[in-house]
């Protein structure tokens, strides 16, 4: 079965050499071994705070999740200075044309939210106790691979289950969607539909909802892909692309088998009434591997049930059978780690997380076995049949 690859795929800057620590343009001095980006993170470190800074070409907490790579002489530098020196690295990494079409979101989304007047503005900012269930809650609290795991169901490698957002605020997203959408309408706006796959839905980030989402994301979803995805950056997520999708008889039906763009993913049913639309999951690959086939062990069907998340990486390849009566409304919040998007650029092995390169990788650790067990044979002159 073939796979599109990303069903929102952004375009990859080109790869450059390491870059250097700064510029004349930023007042650093020149290169030098003791100025390079740190390989690891320092987990010690507590960074600076970005969020006043609006005018930003790339995302505050970008900024926050880079500034633990600075070299060690950087670190209790002052912010200007620290800021300096990463957008400039990200400047070289990030194309003209990359950078125009963020500017050109930039504006867009502006021109709605200067438009738009929401209906449910509580919803505008992180409030937990109404958002969440008591005991995703506590376990987010206690942070603790166990308090996790507490409220969480694995019913295949690498997939979470767990009850998380309360009913008052599914019911609270799904009107301002509706309440949005009739704007749409109403104003004859055309707006961006959430992926190239989908042609129901809204980007929530385009109206409003991008500062309460990078909170969910760093406060909630982070400390949890910290623990179970620390193999694909699930410690250094810093940017997110939140939406709503719709499906039904009069809707998208279906979603066709894809990998998300995105390291990991968090899927939340907000209801309503409907029968159908159960996920469906075909192991984990990387992008050589993408339309490999599949194993048995990795066949795994879910049903949706409102207020319920599903946690998964976002190179779970995945797909969603057909709605076949009423509506079903998800909240999709695709998480990014920049860092570890860079640093895939120069693995040649992904065998810590793609299930196709770990069945190569074991079958060469068995070939190579049985060929020393056979070269042993043959100097003790044993048969070797």
């Known amino acids: 079965m073939s796979i599109d690859g990303s069903a929102e795929r952004r375009k990859q800057p080109p790869q450059t050499q390491t870059p250097r620590t700064g510029n004349g343009n930023c007042g650093i001095s020149s290169m030098s071994l003791a100025n390079r980006l740190r390989l690891n993170p320092n987990k010690e470190h507590k960074p600076d705070s970005y969020d006043d800074l609006h005018q930003l070409e790339f995302s505050p907490l ?32 990030s194309s003209e044309s990359e950078r125009t079409r963020v500017q050109r979101h930039r504006e867009y989304r502006q ?61 609270l997203l799904l009107s301002e969607v509706e309440t949005f959408e009739r704007w749409v309408i109403e104003t004859n706006f055309r707006i961006m539909r959430p992926n190239t796959m989908n042609r129901y839905g809204c980007v929530l980030d385009d109206f409003g909802l991008e500062t309460m989402l990078d909170k969910l994301m760093e406060d909630f979803i982070r400390p949890m892909s910290r623990v179970f995805f620390p193999e694909v950056g699930g410690s250094t997520l810093d940017s997110h692309h939140g939406f709503v999708v719709e499906y039904g ?50 066949i795994f069907d879910y049903s949706h049930v409102p207020g319920h998340a599903v946690l998964h990486r976002g190179r ?55 060929a020393t067990k056979l070269e042993l044979l043959k100097r003790d002159g044993k048969p070797t049949s």
């Open 111 to 171: 021109k709605i939210i200067s438009h738009y007047q929401p209906v449910h503005k509580e919803l505008y900012t992180m409030q937990a106790a109404q958002f969440f269930v008591p005991s995703f809650l506590k376990a987010i609290n206690e942070n603790t691979e166990d308090s996790f795991r507490s409220i969480m169901a694995e019913p295949a490698p690498g997939i979470y289950t767990f009850e998380m957002l309360q009913p008052y605020f599914c019911e």
């Open 62 to 93: 970008l900024f926050s999740s880079l500034e633990r790579y600075l070299p060690p002489t950087m670190l209790n530098g002052s912010r200007d200075l620290k800021l300096q020196y990463m957008r400039d690295i990200l400047l070289r990494y």
């Open 249 to 298: 008889t009069d809707k998208d039906a279906e979603l066709g088998f894809h990998v998300d763009d995105s390291e990991v993913t968090l899927n939340v049913c907000l209801g309503k009434q409907f029968s159908g639309g159960e996920l469906f999951f075909r192991g984990i690959r990387c992008d050589k591997h993408v339309n490999s086939e599949t194993q048995s062990e990795e």
């Open 316 to 370: 779970h390849r995945h797909g969603a059978r057909a709605t076949t009566s009423g509506c079903r409304v998800n909240l999709l919040l695709w998480c990014r780690s920049s860092v570890f998007r860079e640093l895939k650029k120069y693995q040649k092995d992904s065998s810590n997380w793609c299930g196709e390169c770990q069945r190569e990788k074991k079958e060469r650790q068995r070939q190579s076995i049985a």
